[in-house]
């Protein structure tokens, strides 16, 4: 089957820092990955589609300044969020495609900033 | 705007019962549909993917898809407490003016009684 590592799965960061949250596949390769943040008790919204060796596509009312994204191999994007504010605590997962699996789920980065 | 739509729950049924969970979607061009099981603060794992009309059976879980009708089920026979979760639906179809073709509904919250 196809895996997603993400990590860090639990990060506590100051408000202004930034955090960079890193999502490999493992055994397949994802020319794209997907970015998604969930809050509590809320569905998965997607943030931003992730492309190897191009710009990202961010999601209305994504702010593509504080959450950089950066895919620069075929098994590797990485999410940073800028100068974090305690709102953007949240469950941030990370997802790719790989036929015929579907979409695979990295296991997740709960970040709280404080 | 893609919607798919999910009863948010919770469903409650009794240990050894079947769940019946269900699902609409409005974009007609829609390929290929999942259902995602997600245990609170976890990731999404994959069910089942179902790409044709009728039904596709999986140990205990059936998932059923009804184009026509824009209708995607899953049915877990036997329930266990162990299967009280969130049960999000995903449906892929053509890339729209923003990238985006994949897209979860809002996830119904499931609750096996012992």
């Known amino acids: 089957g196809a895996v997603v590592s993400q990590h860090p799965s639990r990060v506590i960061c100051k408000s202004g820092t930034s955090v960079k949250i890193e999502c490999r596949s493992l055994?397949?390769?994802?020319?794209?990955m997907f970015w998604y943040r969930q809050f509590p008790k809320q569905s998965l919204m997607l943030m931003a589609t992730?492309?190897?060796?191009?710009?990202?596509?961010?999601e209305q009312g994504v702010e593509k300044d504080k959450f950089l994204i950066n895919h620069a191999s075929l098994t590797l994007s990485t999410l940073t969020v800028t100068s974090a504010h305690p709102e953007d605590s949240s469950f941030y997962i990370c997802?790719?495609?790989?036929?015929?699996?579907?979409?695979?789920f990295g296991s997740g980065t709960r970040l709280t900033v404080v | 705007q893609k919607e798919v739509e999910q009863n948010s729950g919770p469903l409650s049924v009794p240990e050894g019962a079947i769940a019946s969970l269900n699902c609409t979607y409005s974009?007609?061009?829609?390929?290929?549909f999942f259902w995602y099981r997600q245990y609170s603060g976890k990731s999404p794992e994959l069910i089942m993917s179902?790409?044709?009309?009728g039904d596709k059976e999986d140990g205990r879980f059936t998932a059923q898809l009804n184009k026509a009708s824009q209708y995607v089920s899953l049915l877990i026979r036997d329930s266990q407490p162990s299967d009280s979760a969130t049960y999000l639906c995903?449906?892929?179809?053509?890339?729209?003016?923003?990238?985006?073709?994949?897209?979860f509904g809002p996830g119904t919250r499931l609750s096996v009684l012992p």
């Open positions: 974009d007609r061009g829609s390929q290929s």
């Open positions: 997802s790719a495609r790989n036929r015929p699996y579907g979409y695979t």
């Open positions: 055994d397949f390769q994802a020319t794209t």
């Open positions: 992730s492309n190897e060796g191009s710009k990202a596509t961010y």
């Open positions: 179902i790409y044709s009309n």
């Open positions: 995903a449906v892929e179809g053509v890339r729209d003016n923003y990238g985006q073709n994949f897209v």
